[in-house]
Structure formats: C-alpha cells, structure tokens
C-alpha cells in the first residue's frame, strides 16, 4: 500500500479527493493535514472532520497546520465554495471525531523522520505553505520524500483567480517557490487538465444513485459547486480539481503530461503567482515538474464513483 499524506483546504473537491483516498485500498492515509486556503484554517480543519465522518472514517488522524501563507494576507474563495467551503449538503453536521493537538507541519515533518525514506508521498492540494514550511523547518525530510503530487497552476488555461495565476499557487506564491525549486519530484495537475474533468448533471446523477451518505453528500456538494462555472460560463459543469491527485496514484494511465520545468512569479504584481511552465523547452533549466495537460475524464468520474461507493 502506498503511503501518503493528504495536505487539503476543503472545499467540496478537496472533499471529494479526500473520500476517493479513504475509499482505495492500494493508499494508505497515514493523516490528513489541513491549511488555510478556500476558506480560513478553522474551517477547513472542521470540514476535514466532516468529511471522514461521511467517509466512515471518524479514526481518521486530521491536523491543522498554517492559518495563514508565509508573507501575505490569506486570499480566499468563498465566492466558489460558499461561506462553510462545503456548501451543498443542508444542513452541513457538525464533526464530533476530535481534531489532533500536533501540529500540521510537525506531523508532516514526524513522519517523514520516521517512515522509511522515499515511502511517504505528499498529496497538496491547496496552498503550499504547511509544506514549504516543513521542508524549510527540517529540510533532512527534502531527500526523504517519495513524491509531491500537487493541484496547481496552468499552462494553456492560464488563471482562475487571476487572469494569471491558478488559486493554490497564487495565495501562497512564496511557498509554491520553495516546493518547486526543493528538488522533490513533483506531479503537477494545473487547470488544463482538472478543467476537463466536468462534473456533468449525469456524472453527479451517479453519485446520487449510490446512495449511501457519502454518495449523497459528494452530489449534493458537488450542486452546490459547479453553480459557479455553470452560471459564469455556461459550462457543462464544475471542474473537479483536487481528485485528479488521488486519481494519479490508482490511475497514471488516466493522465498525460510532459516533464519541464516550472517556476512561480512571486515579484509581478500583474503575473503573481504565474507558473512560467517551459512547455516548449526553450530554456536550459533542468526539468523538475510532471506537466500533465490532459485526462481520460470519464475513466476518471467512473473510478470516484467506484471508489465512494465503498464507502
Ligand atoms: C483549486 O483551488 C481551490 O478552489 C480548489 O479546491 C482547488 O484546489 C483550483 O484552482
Ligand atoms: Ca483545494
């Protein structure tokens, strides 16, 4: 079983990522680590807890890390998520399963201390800054991750917050540097693949069909969510980031990608948090992220609903 650690800021597809994880007996979840991002850290924390309670998972090890990024105010996106960052299911429970007491980045840096070199793999799917303060904190652990699969940036379809830049990239661009030049291998899914990914009315039927309370909670989260490109966009659907990472792990074969390098604006104020992706490989700098840019979407939505099913 693969070991990882699931660094999230839920949100209804860090909620769905994080169901697919807990529903795939090739993963183990050695703990869940929560940051500040689509909504402030004492939410996504709490919403992490619901999330494993709908999962049948209420053991589930759930720490908070950082309330805020390394040297900015923290930007959030409750005009997606809505105010909780799980709108959708009515009413949203309150988690009765305790949060731990360690926090987030000791957790993160414990583990990688004591599991076996190269055996723990970092799923980040929100703002970088548990992790870049980890590697900065105890940078011994750089050499002794597996992977980082990462959600963030763009290439081709550039912003979603900004007309440049992609949401977790972009509220903590400082980290997001530390993570790419750490020299950890790292798998990046940016918008151009999570934006094919639509949760179309007949994929969240299939959810709801499920019927179980996790089923029912991803459509009536997953409603709630894809409101925002449907109504803005006329869109098919919602893009479901944040599964994409989870998927990678059970499913390479679902995604495609090129291996380039990848550095982040931190300076621009026009640009700030760009992923200046060198797709074409017009520089010299040695490659040291998997681009990927494109996804079997419907081999993908058949493994959430195979997976959440079991659950
Ligand atoms: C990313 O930002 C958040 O709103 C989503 O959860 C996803 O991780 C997409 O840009
Ligand atoms: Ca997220």
Same mark, same amino acid.
């Given at each position: ?148 699969? !990462?959600?963030?940036?763009? /290439?081709?379809? +550039?912003?979603?917050?900004? *007309?440049? %830049?992609? @949401?977790?990239?972009?509220? &903590? ?100 948090? !760009?992923?200046?992706?060198? /797709?074409?490989? +017009?520089?010299?700098?040695? *490659?040291? %992220?998997? @681009?990927?840019?494109?996804? &079997? ?15």
């Amino acid at each position: 079983r693969r070991k990882i650690i699931i660094d999230t800021d839920p949100g209804q597809d860090d909620a769905a990522a994080i169901m697919l994880a807990l529903g795939s007996p090739e993963l183990e979840v050695l703990g869940i680590t929560c940051v500040a991002g689509n909504v402030p850290l004492t939410r996504t924390q709490e919403n992490a807890r619901i999330v494993c309670e709908w999962a049948g998972r209420p053991d589930m090890a759930v720490y908070a890390g950082c309330d805020r990024p390394l040297s900015r105010e923290l930007v959030t996106a409750e005009h997606v998520h809505g105010r909780t960052g799980l709108n959708g299911p009515n009413p949203l429970p309150v988690p009765t399963m305790p949060l731990q007491e360690q926090h987030a980045v000791d957790f993160i840096i414990d583990t990688l201390r004591t599991e076996p070199s190269k055996s723990v793999t970092l799923c980040t799917l929100g703002p970088l800054t548990n992790v870049a303060t980890a590697l900065t904190k105890a940078p011994e652990i750089v050499p002794r991750i597996k992977e980082i699969v !990462m959600m963030g940036g763009a /290439y081709f379809e +550039v912003g979603n917050i900004t *007309p440049a %830049a992609e @949401f977790n990239i972009y509220v &903590d661009p400082e980290s997001a540097d530390i993570v790419f030049k750490s020299g950890v291998s790292l798998v990046v899914m940016p918008l151009d693949v999570t934006h094919r990914a639509l949760t179309t009315p007949a994929r969240v039927q299939a959810f709801r069909d499920i019927g179980t309370v996790a089923g029912i909670a991803m459509a009536d989260m997953l409603a709630f969510f894809e409101r925002f490109d449907v109504e803005k966009y006329g869109s098919e659907g919602g893009p479901l980031h944040d599964p994409c990472v989870i998927a990678y792990l059970l499913r390479p074969d679902l995604f495609k990608g090129r291996h380039i390098n990848v550095q982040i604006e931190t300076q621009s104020q026009l640009t700030l948090g !760009m992923t200046v992706a060198d /797709y074409w490989r +017009v520089t010299d700098h040695a *490659p040291n %992220a998997m @681009f990927m840019q494109d996804i &079997d979407a419907d081999g993908y939505f058949a493994l959430l609903t195979e997976r959440i099913a079991t659950l």
